[in-house]
């Protein structure tokens, strides 16, 4: 209830939920590197309007974010380690 109020207050916002919920969706559903890529390129062009800043941050290793249609990995574990050496480094 609170976020349908929240979005019924600005049209940009709205889009931009509805962007992260369809680039979220693309990951959750997609099992091919041809249709995941497909499917970025078409989301990319769809939320310039939005995320124009980040864009280039998605585009330039979209080969590699691709990759991750093959293997259904995330970086956690390596995020997890590099955590745990910058505690203990401090």
């Not at 919920?21 to 693309?26: G, H, K, S, T």
């Not at 585009?59 to 050496?85: A, M, Q, Y």
């Amino acid at each position: 209830m609170k976020l349908a109020q929240i979005l019924a207050h600005s049209k940009r916002l709205r889009l931009a939920y509805q962007l992260n919920e369809e680039f979220r969706e693309i990951f959750e559903t997609i099992q091919t590197v041809e249709t995941g890529k497909a499917q970025l390129l078409g989301w990319l062009t769809k939320a310039k309007s939005v995320y124009c800043q980040v864009l280039t941050t998605i585009r330039d290793p979209l080969e590699g974010i691709c990759n991750d249609f093959l293997k259904r990995t995330t970086s956690g574990v390596i995020e997890g380690i590099n955590n745990r050496i910058n505690t203990n480094s401090i």
